[in-house]
């Protein structure tokens, strides 16, 4: 497929929804769960949860994977913090590796993770993460 270089609004939104869906339905079950009083259930969701988020990065990402690179820039923005978390959660056994192509400084990041560090989400993570990802794309796609 050609590279995109705009997504509708519609588009957006809609994708937008999805994840927000994912992210009540995560809510609900924790709710659900009673984390907090349960010592094992406690711990089963504390298990889940960095597994479940680190697979809602790639889920994100794959909304727009076929964005453009040139309108994507290479400044180490969020759009390639998730393109980065992306190849290292599927390729990397989720340690964040370097991408040449891209000036990556972790202190600039959204998460923070170094190069070598293990990408592990939490629920806070993701949320400050699909926000800002969901920014970037809204002021270079639309």
């Not at 990402?61 to 599927?90: A, Q």
């Not at 560090?117 to 794309?137: C, P, W, Y």
């Amino acid at each position: 497929m050609l590279s995109v270089n705009k997504y509708t609004r519609e588009y957006i939104a809609g994708c937008r929804a999805k994840m927000e869906a994912q992210l009540a339905a995560y809510e609900t079950l924790i709710a659900a769960s009673g984390k907090g009083g349960a010592v094992g259930s406690a711990s089963a969701i504390d298990a889940f949860e960095p597994l479940f988020f680190n697979n809602m990065v790639v889920v994100l990402d794959s909304y727009f994977v076929h964005r453009s690179r040139t309108l994507e820039l290479k400044d180490g923005n969020p759009l390639n913090e998730v393109r980065m978390l992306c190849h290292s959660i599927l390729q990397n056994d989720g340690v964040l590796a370097a991408d040449k192509t891209i000036r990556f400084k972790a202190e600039k990041s959204v998460l923070k993770i170094q190069v070598g560090g293990e990408i592990k989400l939490t629920e806070s993570d993701f949320v400050h993460l699909f926000r800002a990802f969901f920014a970037e794309i809204e002021a270079k796609f639309v």
